[in-house]
């Protein structure tokens, strides 16, 4: 038994099974290891950055921690886009590299390369993994292994990366028995005793007396008890509840507690109801400046604020300072709101927000996004209705990946998730062709029924090789935004400079015929470019059992609204658009129904 057998040995007792790899002679030892180890299941890909963004597609849906294997040098390197996604997106991942002969490194010599391909990775990913080293001594392996593991679960979770040289892969080790499992991690570790009552008591006060409460859940609340906790949420307070991208799963969307999430694309309704509430609870949400605003201080502006995030940093964050902040698990945290609250409390609280409540409904129904949309292009699929009409097919067991671009943002507005149906991208990243391997990861989850993925011809373009890496026996489809361009580069560079540089054929950037590329991957090929030929399209799609390549015919100028807009004034400045009044602005009727008939305000 040499260290490789022993790492494979380790994985599988903390529960590993899958590992997402592309091969190369300095990561030889381990990939044959893992091989020669008959409970973990080697998933080969044509890029690294496909294997993190798998893994990473891998985890959203089986909570399961997911294990890269790379090589030294270009192998190590080529994952480090999907790898930083993981750090923004606190996502779990373990990445073991290959690296050269102990002698053969750079260390601390100051050249740029000894050993052969070599890059010294571990100061390269150092900024955004809990834990990275180079490990130089066989015999404190199982060691650094456990405190690595612990590292990537404790508190706010994210990746963690083990390098590790030919020669260490390849020492003896003679230790009969493992570690026994006692001392690793499986979930977050914060303790309910440790939330101070203090906090709790005082927000049940306010909530007591708040007319217009609110309540985000952001997917920092997401653990293995949060479907329970949201249940028991919605069943006892009728309190509206806003979500963010990464958690808009996590409630249906006909359920009557759901109002959206805010953002710069996010729900017009959200957004001014997040302005006009008169207290506010963060719930595990991380209020990245796409969910406040660039008006940051102004965010929730009239409320009282309470915030709950495992990250202390983030409570410090200059953008915005919250009266009353906790440092804790948020599903922890609600955990004891439960708790603490009596029946009479409860009683207060939803006839004290009753007419709030209300009027939030009205409004939801006005700002629906699918109003401020017409269906009447015969040669185009506006995106948005196309979201509409997919919903229709979406079933429980369903995993819906987007993305970047049109098909993150439009989808996040006008989908309809059943209970069950998850909804994921890698929002806070955004990387580009990113969909594809995150869904065909998805495929090796256990609970896998159906894959649908959402991209955009330039994300695709990024990616184009993981079509080979779709299972053929699997029920899994591609729908793409085929707009022969960047339409969100498009836009940008419209309001701004008034003139285009790399955005399609016209300006520099060539894509290629799709019915070709899906013939060569020999996947099923279906062309659509106006409604009628949709609703045909779908029933069929999702009758297959195998892959389908949707092409749908979109247009570069499709409009993506509501967004908040900044505008350049007169003198060349920028004005930073307000969350409450998207772009299209409101108008008048609009104006006077939601201040003189629901009290709103909207600036
Ligand atoms: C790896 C990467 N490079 C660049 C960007 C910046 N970017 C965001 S959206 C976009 C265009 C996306 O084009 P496409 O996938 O065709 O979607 P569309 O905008 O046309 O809907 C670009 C270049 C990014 N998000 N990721
Ligand atoms: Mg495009």
Known sequence: MNIADLLADLLVNHGVSKVFSVTGGASAEINDAFLRNKKLKLVYFHNEASCSYAAEGYYRTTGKIPVCLVTVGPGATNLITGVFGNWTESMPLLVISGQNFRKHTISHTGLRQFGVQEANIVPIVESFTKFCSTILEPNKFEEIFLECWNKMLE???????????????????????????????????????????????????????????????????RSPNSEKLLAELINKLKVPLLLTHNSYDMVETNNPRNFGFPGIFGQRYSNLMVQNCDLYLSLGVRLSLAQIGFDSQNYAKQAEKFQVEIDFREIKKPSLQFEHALCADASLVLEKILGLMSAEDIKAINSQASLWYENCTILREHFDVLKEQVDSSTNYINPYIFIRDLSRYLSSNDFVF??????????????????????????????????????????????????????????????????????????????LYNNNGYLTQRQTQEAYYGRFTGVDELTGLKFPEYSAIAQAFSLDYFRVTNHNQLIEMLPKVFAKKTPSFVDLTMSLTQLQKPRVMSKIDADGNIKIGSLENMWPYLKLEDRNFITNRLGFKYE
Not at 170 to 176: D, E, F, G, L, T
Not at 424 to 434: D, V
Not at 462 to 475: V, Y
């Open 155 to 221: 508190s706010r979770m994210g990746p963690v990366w083990l390098d590790i040289p030919i020669d260490v892969q390849k020492a003896p080790w003679s230790k009969n028995n493992l570690t026994t499992n006692t001392n690793f991690l499986t979930a977050k570790n914060d303790s309910i005793q440790s939330i101070p009552d203090d906090f709790i008591l005082n927000y049940i006060e306010k909530l007591r007396k708040s007319q217009k409460p609110l309540i985000h859940i952001g997917n920092g609340f």
């Open 402 to 479: 987007t993305d970047m671009g049109t098909s993150y943002q439009t989808t996040y507005q006008a989908i309809r998730l059943p209970k069950g149906c998850r909804l994921i991208t890698n929002t806070g990243f955004a990387p580009m062709g990113w969909a594809l391997p995150a869904s065909v990861g998805s495929t090796y989850s256990e609970d896998y029924s159906r894959a649908i993925c959402l991209s955009g011809d330039g994300g695709l373009m990024m990616s184009l090789q993981d079509l080979a890496s779709i299972p053929s026996n699997k029920k899994f489809i591609i729908f």
